[in-house]
Each structure stands twice: as structure tokens, then as C-alpha cells.
């Protein structure tokens, strides 16, 4: 029915066209020396924050703590890669929420489906017992951990691809000295 989904997080078969990944890091405003978001690495890699290392990021850790809807909607959006939109995973993030307060539950599904697509290692603990112990930590260092990987957490994941094919656009070749 529909065509399958680019896989961004695993190498591509010989011969096969890739989309490009996400956009290039040094534009990131909070982690400007991010590695590539995306390099196939050996083994669980390390968090590049702690889960409660706010200090960096205030404005989403507020934003968090009263709208954790909103959190939950961004990076559902980026880990989906476009799939669901913010709103509708935010919405349901907020029903789930208000109607059974069993929203963490939710919430872990993305983190363990973050986790094993940028090969991150389980920690502190089980992603079962960080969302259920401290959802609104959880979730800003999940959100700090796709900024560090070099998407701009604002604009969603099109638009994030958008700036990323902008950016590998090559520039003319201009010849050098004055010439008439």
C-alpha cells in the first residue's frame, strides 16, 4: 500500500540510494561539536547527557515540566522520522494522561525505540522503570539527546530534512584572482 519507510540509522545496501540523514550538527545551538547523528558505532553508546542534567536547557526542562505533552510530541515526531506528526502524539500522550495517568507507559515504547536506533546503552536502569520513576527527566534527556544529535526539536522531522538537503547542496566552483 504505502512505500517502506527509509531506514536513517542503518548502513544501506551496495548500490542502493540513501536519503540524507538528519540535519549536520554544527548548526545545533546547544551542541555545536555533536558528532554525526547516525555513525554506525560498535556496542550500546552512552547518553551524551544525564538524565537529570537540565543545567544546559532550562527553557525545555520548564516546558516539560508544565507541558509534557508537547516534549513527548517532538520527539515521538523525530523517532517516528515523520510518521505521526507532534500533535497527534502529544494529543494522545495528553489523553492517555488525563484519563489513566498510565502515560509513561507510552512514553517508554519511544524512549526503548530511541534507544535501539541510535544504539544508546539502557540506562540509568530499564526504560520501563525511568519513564514510571521520573517521566518529566526522562523525557528532557531524550530531548537533549536529539538535539545533541543535531535536530532542531522545533521544527519536526520534514523540515529538519529539508535544511539537511539544503545543507549538502554544493556550492559553484568560483575561480580564483582577478581576471578580465
Keep these: 500500500m504505502y512505500p517502506p519507510k527509509p ?8 548500490g542502493a540510494a540513501m536519503p540524507p540523514p538528519p540535519m549536520a550538527a554544527a548548526a545545533n545551538q546547544y551542541y555545536p561539536s555533536a558528532p554525526n547523528a ?15 542534567d537540565c543545567t544546559d536547557n532550562c527553557g525545555n526542562c520548564c516546558m516539560t515540566c508544565f507541558c509534557p505533552c508537547v516534549t513527548f510530541g ?18 494522545l500522550y495528553a489523553l492517555l ?8 507507559i507510552y512514553s517508554c ?5 530511541m534507544r535501539t536506533e541510535l544504539n544508546l546503552a539502557e540506562r540509568p ?14 523525557l528532557c534527556q531524550e530531548y537533549r539527546e536529539l538535539q545533541y ?32
Design 7 to 14: 531506514d536513517y540509522y542503518s548502513s544501506p545496501q551496495p
Design 97 to 104: 494522561e488525563y484519563f489513566t495517568c498510565c502515560h509513561w
Design 125 to 138: 536502569c530499564n526504560d520501563c522503570l525511568v519513564h514510571c520513576c521520573c517521566e518529566a527527566c526522562a
Design 38 to 52: 547516525f555513525a554506525v558505532t560498535q556496542g550500546p553508546q552512552p547518553w551524551s547527557t544525564g538524565l537529570c
Design 109 to 113: 515504547i519511544y524512549r526503548s525505540k
Design 149 to 180: 544529535r543535531g535536530f532542531d526539536m522545533a521544527i519536526g522531522w520534514h523540515a529538519n530534512m529539508e535544511r539537511r538537503a539544503q545543507g549538502m547542496a554544493v556550492p559553484p566552483v568560483m575561480q580564483g584572482g582577478m581576471m578580465r
Design 74 to 91: 517532538r520527539i515521538a515526531e523525530i523517532v517516528d522520522q515523520g510518521a505521526t506528526s507532534c500533535g497527534t502524539s502529544g494529543a
